[in-house]
């Protein structure tokens, strides 16, 4: 079977695909400099697969080891990067240096190497503030954050090193609102700190370590006054990302595609499909809106079933439920 390098693998995303990709035979190498992440994680995969994954603990925009790392690589999935968009507006030099840097090193070693099949994490924030809904792949983008600013710079990358190669194989994957663990609850999302996302936060007031939610603004024009998001589970985008290295390593060019589940929940709904996951009712108050949020996105995905052959499979329930199960038994996550 085919050889993955599969960079920032150790982290939250990452970490659900090397499971995809062991199971479906996939012989990986992890490359991750555990900035946001930490190395038992891949403990946890061989639990969970029977497999573990090679590491290299290491830099991205470290040319030589990147190169060391690509040796009998067949392809690239590329997760490596910041992804804090609070953090990118304080911090632009560092989101810019990290997440550009790390992806023309990256294509550099890769042409070196001869490799010459690439997945990347893009992001429906490059979007912006879509006119309509659902949102296309098609659709004008435009950025609000530098973290966005990011990953509009590395598709934009991306697609060139396409038409210089004509070897080259670049799948641009514009992920929605991921969420929720690994079925097993051995594996999940562990965000430093408070979180700023709506799941791992709400998920946190569940286990009694945040007092309450606020929900930011109930004064929107969508169906309940809250926010709406496609909330995708982070299984299903993981085995996205199998059958988006399987195509690239048999198309050329560059593609990018949604990853959504093609339909929104506000804030509301999820809120209470997490109590129904936990059992009881939790505590939230309405707060101001936030500001740079928009009303309401959602995917277009005919593009991923017609290319990829994928759909997603689970809802909002299961989403909840695995969140909730991941988090009762991991109350701090990865720490012991
Ligand atoms: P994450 O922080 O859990 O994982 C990223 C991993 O990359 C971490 O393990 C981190 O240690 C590592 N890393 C960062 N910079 C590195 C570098 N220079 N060299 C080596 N390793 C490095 O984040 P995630 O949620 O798993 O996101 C993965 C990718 O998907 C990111 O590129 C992110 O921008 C993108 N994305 C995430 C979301 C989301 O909501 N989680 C949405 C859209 C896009
Ligand atoms: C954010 C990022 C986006 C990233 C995405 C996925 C911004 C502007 N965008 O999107 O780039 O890809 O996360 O992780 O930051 N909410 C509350 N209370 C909370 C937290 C959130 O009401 O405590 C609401 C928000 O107003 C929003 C929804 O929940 O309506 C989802 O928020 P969040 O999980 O932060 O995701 P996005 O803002 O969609």
Known sequence: MPKVLVTGGAGYIGSHTCVELLNAGYEVVVMDNLCNSKAGVLDRIETITGKKPAFIEGDVRDYDAVKRALCGVDGVIHFAGLKAVGESVKKPLLYYDNNLGSTITLLQAMEEMGVNAIVFSSSATVYG???????????????????????????????????????????LLRYFNPIGAHESGIIGEDPNGIP??????????????????????????TRDGTGVRDYIHVVDLAKGHVLAMDYALTHKGAEAINLGTGS??????????????????LPYMIGPRREGDVPEYFAETTKAKELLGWVAEKDIDDMCADTWRWQKGNPNGYEE
């Open 196 to 221: 700023n996302n709506l799941l791992p936060y709400i998920a946190k007031v569940a286990v009694g370590q945040l007092p309450k939610l606020t929900i930011f603004g109930d004064d929107y024009p």
């Open 264 to 281: 929104g929940s506000s804030v509301l709904e999820v809120f209470h499909a997490f109590e129904r996951a936990c059992g009881r009712e």
């Open 129 to 171: 503030d879509p006119a309509t809904v659902p949102v296309k792949e098609d659709f004008p983008l435009s950025c609000a954050s530098p973290y966005a600013y990011t990953k509009y710079m590395c598709e934009r990358i991306l697609e060139g090193a396409c038409v210089a190669n004509e070897n080259l194989s670049a799948l």
